[in-house]
């Protein structure tokens, strides 16, 4: 008697109670369904208020935040699951936004040629660099990312046959996606395969190798996984992610110019909002890449009403950076999982499971949590 | 005639070299002793450019060195205390990212006091140039200060590990914390020491090359200073004083020859593809770099 007493049962269906020694496997109620259901509908419904309310520039706010997720996601492959960081991210958005532009602006193509080129090139240049990380593992290559980082930034796209100098390249958008708000709906179906793809990707055997090769590749080695060629599988993932970023990057801004990728707004912006939103967390990792365009459109208005130095006050456009550096080392210090602590449990909840924090074992780095 | 332009690259690229070196030392300091990749260390060198910058009307110029330098100073022992403390027992490429995060934090702020856009333009430590010519060109004494600090800097602290019972426990304490502590060595002190230390180097740096420049501009030190410092670091062998020291001046002329011999019509930031290949090499060739032991 007690043992029902304490076990809560309104989620729990009628009849088909299977005994605990068996395992049972918790099911929602109809209701619960339901109720799961609203989320992502009520969430649906507030963008579209938010974007249909109001003027064309919160879309385009919006979508800039869905470049973000993608390109961070780009970077969640490489730093989140084979563990080889990336300071050099710069390099990878870049490379996909100026070979769209070079394929729409230059060669007339449309913008899904631009897209799927930009996502080749930007998965070849992260093979060669993955080429490279084959030798030379963890700070070491970190370096190495560091500096073609450098080169791209102040090499490559100053190639004025290519990114057109310092006059930027253009890249129109597709038909039927003009507007800002016609092209916030194709960063989100870009987003959603995206995700698609990745959860996909760790769910697979290539998923369970990137664990093996994150926690010791000496070990994965010895139990026969193909350590060379999943490590090029996971830069050739990251790689045409961050082309895919950067191909919405080139058509969001329809100009891109080589001022717009440097190290400290693409690189180290993109790494902190990985490791806020938490790495391995894709929830997380979209959920902050949003917080962070909000931020950065609403504090500085915020801000200009406090009784603040005038400076402080002009260049509040800075504070949404300085407030996620801070966010990411407290995040790191404190809670390795980042925004992933509230948004794991809650996607567990949505499909089907029964609320509950922390179940996956938080702040141990290097195990992966997901059931 | 030489198909090489040498007289200039060589002087800029052995003063510009002399700041990375002095970089590169601060990176292996706290490389030997907390095996750990600093990329907040450019950032050391802004905030002394800037103390510097801001301080050089207020105070006689040397005094405004001075106090760039225990600005570097203070943000190493920061850093250490607030950032890669908290971290000590997790993997390194953690204390990276934090150390990345650091940086971007102290861009930001820079920002956020107004500093986007602009140059600031700083004096001479010693006005004037040398009565005569190298290699065809005037060297000034300003450019004679840094080599001078590379010198002594370097010197001191190959003595500082090799000579010293303090240098002895910094590199005791970077093989084995647990045991060096058990041994009776104040781990936690020598972190501080070493990235102390490596702040001074660093503000120093930034204090010393910005006025060579004439002027720098905000986050400069991680954008002009940071790699090219952990390139010649790595070319040291990484846990090399002297190492750093000589990584440092070959990375200085090779960028140098490269930026004045490949037009940018050609191959824009030559430098930088300089640079990467160096380091590519290096990697792959002989990761232990030049000088690669532990000295």
Redesign the interface.
Known sequence: MTATLERPTEDEPEGSRPSPVEGRRFRPTPGGWAGRAAVPVGLLLIALWYTHHFSQGRSDILASGLVIAVGALSLNVLVGYVGQISLGHQAFIGIGSFTASYVIGQSGQSFYVGLLAGAAVGGLQAILLGLIALRVRGLYFALVTLSWGAVAENCIFRLKGFTGGGEGANASRPGGFITDRAFLVMCALVLTVVLLIDWRLVSTKAGRAFQAIRESPQVAANYGINVRLYTLYAFAVAGVYAGIAGALYASRRITVQAGDFTFASIALTYLIVTVVGGLRRRGGIVLFSLFYVLGGEYLPGWVRGLPLPGTLKANAGYLVQAISGVLAIVTLIFQPEGLGTFTAPMGRWLKGERFALGHGGAGAEGVDARP | MLALALGQPIVLGIVQGAAFGLMAIGLVLIYKSSRV?N?AAGEFATLGAFAYYLSKDKVPVPIAAVIGVVVGIVAGLLTER??VR??AN?????V???T??????I???Q????A?GKTFAVPALWKGTLPFRILGLYVSYQQLIVLLALALAGGALALFFSQTDLGLATLATSQEPTASRLMGIRVNRVAMLTWGLAGGLGGLAGVLLSPTLGNFTP?YG??DL??QS??AA?LGGMTSVPGAFVGGLALGLVQNLAQFNIS?DT????Q??A??VV??IV??VR?TGILGKEA
């Open positions: 990749f990329f607030l950032v908290p971290l997790r993997p390194k490429v953690t990276l990212v934090a990345a995060a650091t940086a971007i934090t861009i930001a702020v920002f956020l006091a107004g986007t986050a991680t954008t940071l790699t952990f390139t790595v940018s191959l824009p930031g030559a930088f593809v640079v990467l380091l590519v990697l792959l990761p």
